[in-house]
C-alpha cells in the first residue's frame, strides 16, 4: 500500500530502490507517526473538517495502535511502504471509509517532518539521561580519587602533577558543555511543522496552534516553506550535539588506552572486562574502549555526512531526505551504547597508588618549586633559571606536596560547583512539559 497510489503500478526495480532501508527505519518512528494523527484528527474536528462523531472513533482506534505499538506487537506489513501507509491502512480496515479521512490537510512531506521531531525530542532526553548517569559516575570517582596523584603531560611530555580526581572531573564537566549544545538541538527540533503540507500550506482552516499545544511543542515552525527547508537543517544541529558528546567520549577512552598501557600502567580493570590474545597468554587487551574510540570517530563525522547529503538542494522536499534517517537514528543508539560501556568501564576502574613517589616523575615538580621560590620573593623568571639550571646540573630537589587552593585545581575540583551546572543545564529542557501534553494526548 502506498499513500500516492492510483492506478499505475511502479515498476519493482524502481519500488525497490526508492523505498530502500525506509520501513525499517520507519519502525523507530512507529509511536511518534501515532501521536502525530491524534493531535492531526482532533484540529480536523475542532475546524468542522471531522465530524465529532469520525473524530471519536478514529481517536480511539489510533490509541488502539499506539499501545500496540508501546507492547511491541506492531509491525509493517510486507506490501506497506511506510509507517504513514500502515498506520492509515489499519485505520482503514478496521474503520472503513472514516479511516480514509484522517489524511485532510496534510502530506506525507509535515507527516514525515512532525514524526522526525518527536523522535529527535525523545531521543535527545533519553540521550541526556544517559549522559546524567555518566556524569554523575565521574564526579563520584573524581571525588574518591583526588588524593591520587596523576601526571599531566603536555605534548605527551611530561609536564605538571595532576590527580585521578582533576582527570576525572575534567570529563564530568566537558559532558556539562555536551548537554548545553543539546539545548540548543532541543530547542531547533521542539517546533510543530504540522500544517504546512507539502511545504506549502493548505486551504482548509487548519489550526496549526492546536496540534503545537497538543503535541507539547514549544512553538511554530511560522513558515510553510521553512517547515520543510528544516529538514536537513534539524539533522545537521543535531548531529552536531551528538558529535560533541562522541567527540567527550572518545577522548576519554584514549586516555584510557593510553593508561592501561604497561608502560604507564595507571589504571586497571577485572579480567572479565578486557579481552586477550590467541597467542600471547599476557595481554589484557582495551577492546572496550577501543570499540567506543572508533563508534565516536563514527559518529564524529556524522555532521559532514548530513551536510554533504544536503548540500545544493534547493529549497522544497527532495527525496533525498529519506537517507538522513539511515545515519541519525542509528547514531542514536551508538552514542547510548558506549555511554553505558563508558559507566560499566568507569565503575570498575582501579587506580595505582602513590605513581609519582617514582623518580621518573620528579621533573612534575619543577614549576611547584619555581612557584616556592617566587612566594619567598624571587622575580618568576630567575626562579625559573635558577630550577632549570638545578635541572640540568643534576641537583633539582623537589617535594610531593601540593598546596592547590583555587577554584578547580587539583586541591579545589569545585565538584558541587560543576553538579550544579549540569542540574541547571538539565533543568532547562524542561522535559515533563512535553510528557504532559503527549499523557494526555494518548490516554
Known sequence: MKLWQKNTN?????????????????????????????????MLESVGLLTTADWTVLSAELKKIYKEIEAGNFSLQNDVEDIHSQVELLLTERLGDVGKKIHSGRSRNDQVLVDLKLFFRSAIEQLVQNIEHLFQLLQEKSEVFKANLLPGYTHLQLAMPSSFGLWLGAYAESLVDDVITLQSAYKVVNKNPLGSAAGYGSSFPLNRTLTTQLLGFEDLNYNVVYAQMSRGKSERIVAQAVNNVASTLNKLAMDCCLYMNQNFGFISFPDELTTG???????????????????????????????????NLPSGYHRDFQLLKEYLFPAFVTINSCLDMMHLMISNMKVKEHLLNNEQYKYLFSVEEVNKLVLQGTPFRDAYKKVGLDIEAGKFEHSTNLNHTHEGSIGNLCTEQIAGAMKNAIDAFQFEKYHKAIEDLTA
Not at 532501508?21 to 482532533?42: C, I
Not at 599476557?282 to 548540500?311: G, M, S, W, Y
Open 10 to 42: 511502479t515498476s519493482k526495480a524502481v519500488e525497490t530502490f526508492t523505498v530502500g532501508n525506509d520501513r525499517e527505519m520507519d519502525l523507530f518512528l512507529a509511536p511518534f507517526d501515532v501521536q502525530g494523527s491524534l493531535a492531526h484528527v482532533k
Open 277 to 311: 590474545s590467541s597467542i600471547m597468554p599476557h595481554k589484557k587487551n582495551p577492546d572496550v574502549f577501543e570499540l567506543i574510540r572508533a563508534k565516536c570517530n563514527q559518529l564524529q563525522a556524522l555532521p559532514n555526512d548530513v551536510a554533504l547529503l544536503t548540500t
